[in-house]
C-alpha cells in the first residue's frame, strides 16, 4: 500500500491570494460598486454556509460562511433583484452556492497540477479536519461578517487504488 501526503494549503497560497480572488469574484458576481472588506466582525450566532470540494494534488473544500439575512442580500445582488423580493430557501442555497462554487474554481486554477471541483453543497459549516491545513479570510460586506475558508479534507482510504490519501 503506498500513502499519498499532500502539504497543508498555506503552503500553496496564502490569504492575500484568496482576498484577492473574492475580490475578483465580488466584483462580478455580487455587484461594481459592491466591496468586500478584509475587516473582520464579530461572527454571528447563527450562519449559513455553501461550499465545494476540490480534489487533485491538493484536497479539500471552498466554505462561504454568513448569517442568513447576509445570505438572503447576497441572493437579491446575484439574482439582482429588487428588495422586497420574494426569495424562496432553495434560492438563497442556490446563490450561496454558486457563489461558492466560483471562489472554489477560482481557487482551484490557483493550485497546481490537475484537480477537479465538485458541485456546490450547503449546510453546517464542514469541520476543519488540520488546523495546519486552513486558509480563513475574515471579512464584512455590508456590515455584516462573512468568511472564506480554504481547507484541507479529512484522511480517506481509497480502496479501488489501493492507496491512502492524506
Known sequence: MSVVTQGPITGLLDSAT?????DDV?????GDGEVLVPLPVPA???T???WVRITGTWRGAVVVTCE???ARALTECLLRARPPA?????????????LANVLGGNVK????GPSTLGLP???PIPPAIRPDDLCRVDAQWRGQSLTITVQGAEATLHTELNEVQL
Not at 484568496?18 to 473574492?22: E, F, H, S, Y
Not at 465580488?26 to 455580487?30: A, C, K, Q, R, Y
Not at 420574494?86 to 454558486?98: C, H, N, S, T
Open 86 to 98: 420574494v426569495l424562496e430557501p432553495e434560492d438563497v442555497d442556490d446563490a450561496l452556492g454558486e
Open 109 to 112: 486554477a490557483a493550485l497546481p
Open 18 to 22: 484568496v482576498q484577492a480572488i473574492a
Open 68 to 70: 442568513e439575512q447576509t
Open 121 to 123: 453543497e450547503t449546510g
Open 44 to 46: 454571528p450566532e447563527t
Open 26 to 30: 465580488w466584483t462580478s458576481l455580487v
Open 48 to 50: 449559513v454556509s455553501a
